[in-house]
């Protein structure tokens, strides 16, 4: 299994990102995906997840905010996250989320907020 995350950078308060999340190694539509993030000195907290029949679920502090898809025929996942928040800073992953437990985690990707 390989997750690869891209689409992170900086930007200024209140402005916009798309992240993405290429699956391989999976059968990808079979399963529920969580993109989570984990800022400097605070553990992974799950922000959005999208089951298998397109569901969508958030976090408070990203309700509104954010917007989780899938393309399951590209086996990737998205996160469109816009009015973005300089607590929103963080390296931002996709995995596996419900049973089964998660898959090797990837290298995520850096999203830096600044006010």
């Known amino acids: 299994v390989q997750l690869q995350a891209s689409g992170g950078g900086l930007v200024q308060a209140g402005g916009s990102l798309r992240l993405s999340c290429a699956a391989s190694g999976i059968t990808f539509s079979l399963n529920a995906i969580g993109w989570y993030r984990q800022a400097p000195g605070k553990q992974r907290e799950l922000v959005a997840r999208i089951n298998v029949r397109g569901d969508e679920n958030y976090a408070n502090s990203v309700k509104g905010r954010f917007s989780i898809s899938r393309d399951n025929a590209k086996n990737t996942a998205y996160l469109q996250m816009n009015s973005l928040k300089p607590e929103d800073t963080a390296v931002y992953y996709c995995?596996?989320?419900?049973?089964?437990?998660?898959?090797?985690w990837g290298q995520g990707t850096l999203v830096t907020v600044s006010s």
């Open positions: 995995n596996r989320w419900g049973p089964g437990g998660s898959w090797p």
